[in-house]
């Protein structure tokens, strides 16, 4: 497992990894312990996903994105069919559920997924004392 090359083998890419819940190093199912919480490491790998910060980006996004889709929809129902209170709560209490727990799944392993392959990690003190970098156009060329 020292070999960089078999580790970067099996790496699934963003989308697969956020749609099957893979391990963002070694392709290993079992990124998730429950409905949408990681697990603390990979089996097979041993990667730490508690080193990846996926913070509450991704449940404020599904918020609202959820949210403007499912009174849109119940707002089209409501004037196109007239149905009783009783049918939109049939009908939206179990997809903004759905939705959002697959949303949070999907949005959450991608992330993750995403801040493994660009090597992201934490700010410390020290980055703050690294002189910059010269960026394009900084060289004087």
């Known amino acids: ?4 090359s078999s580790v970067e083998k099996g790496q699934p890419g963003l989308a697969e990894a956020a749609l099957f819940g893979l391990c963002p ?30 913070g509450d980006g991704p449940a404020a996004f599904l ?16 004037f196109t069919f007239d149905p ?11 997809f903004v559920a759905i939705t959002t727990l697959a949303g949070l799944r ?3 392993a991608a992330l993750l997924a995403a801040e493994y392959q660009r090597k992201a990690r934490q700010a410390t003190g020290e980055d703050l004392r690294k002189p910059p970098s010269a960026g394009p156009g900084q060289s004087g060329d």
């Not at 497992?1 to 960089?4: H, K, Q, R």
């Not at 409905?35 to 041993?46: D, E, Q, T």
């Not at 009783?84 to 179990?94: C, D, N």
């Open 106 to 108: 999907l949005s959450k």
């Open 63 to 78: 918020t609202m994105i959820i949210g403007a889709i499912t009174v849109a929809l119940a707002l089209w129902v409501e």
């Open 25 to 54: 190093r070694c392709g290993a199912k079992g990124l998730f312990a429950g409905a949408a919480r990681f697990a603390p490491s990979c089996k097979v790998c041993g990667l730490d996903y508690g080193q990846y910060n996926v």
């Open 84 to 94: 009783p209170v009783w049918v939109h709560a049939l009908l939206w209490i179990p």
């Open 1 to 4: 497992m020292a070999d960089g």
